[in-house]
């Protein structure tokens, strides 16, 4: 089992507030992502990172931000929550090398009324 | 650009029967990999095949990689309501350090 970690498992919270959903892995993993998950639907990328201080935008525009200062840790902050931001966000990492196989977090399901 | 597409959408089969999903690239892939995502719960590696005409099996799942590695396939075998979920494949992307996912295939089971 992957030690990634991923909190609040559960949030809700009124329009306009800002939020961080934080992620944290102990692996050692260089690269993580965050992705945005409707309920039995596809993963939408979002945000990845290749290793510290290293952030990039991922296939779907988001109105979220990230940041990489340590390794294990890889928040994803929400400036200003709205309802169209309901969703479960999903962090994962994995190990630089030969394998792409990705390590996924419990997911934080927000909801935004 | 790249895309990963899986069918079926949805498959609802009959405890016992056999289920199959299949995954499409647009382009080579120089690994396919497989999720299993059960409900409420978030993605779980299942395997990853790397070989031309690859063939793997776990248990009652049988993975195959296609001779050209732009498509894949997950077979299961006398399927059981532990199989229930939904079920991605997912490709690297060509220069980055990123991985395309398919649309998922969402399993449902008639005990």
């Known amino acids: 089992e992957a030690d990634i970690y991923q909190t609040p498992r559960y949030l809700v919270i009124g329009t306009g507030k800002k939020i961080t959903l934080e992620c944290s892995q102990t692996?050692?993993?260089?690269?993580m992502y965050w992705y945005q998950q409707d309920p039995g639907m596809e993963l939408h990328l979002i945000h990845y990172?290749?290793?510290?201080?290293?952030?990039e935008k991922g296939d779907l525009s988001s109105e979220s931000t990230v940041s990489r200062i340590r390794t294990e840790h890889f928040p994803l902050t929400l400036e200003s929550a709205r309802p169209s931001h309901t969703s479960q966000y999903l962090c994962?990492?994995?190990?630089?090398?030969?394998?792409?196989?990705?390590?996924f977090g419990p997911g934080t399901r927000l909801t935004v009324l | 650009g790249q895309q990963v597409m899986q069918i079926p959408q949805y498959q609802h089969v009959q405890e016992g029967e056999d289920f199959t999903t299949y995954c499409n690239s647009s382009t080579t892939l120089s690994n396919i990999q497989w999720y299993k995502q059960r409900p409420g719960g978030h993605p779980v590696f299942l395997i990853q095949?790397?070989?031309?005409?690859e063939v793997k099996k776990q248990k009652r799942l049988t993975f195959q990689f296609g001779e050209a590695k732009k498509n894949s396939s997950l077979h299961i075998t006398a399927t059981q309501t532990t199989d229930v979920g939904t079920y991605f494949c997912?490709?690297?992307?060509?220069?980055?350090?990123?991985?395309?996912f398919g649309s998922g295939t969402r399993l449902s089971i008639r005990p």
């Open positions: 095949l790397v070989k031309s005409g």
């Open positions: 994962a990492s994995r190990p630089s090398g030969a394998t792409d196989t990705q390590y």
């Open positions: 997912a490709g690297p992307v060509s220069s980055a350090s990123k991985i395309i």
């Open positions: 692996m050692g993993h260089d690269k």
């Open positions: 990172s290749y290793g510290v201080n290293s952030t």
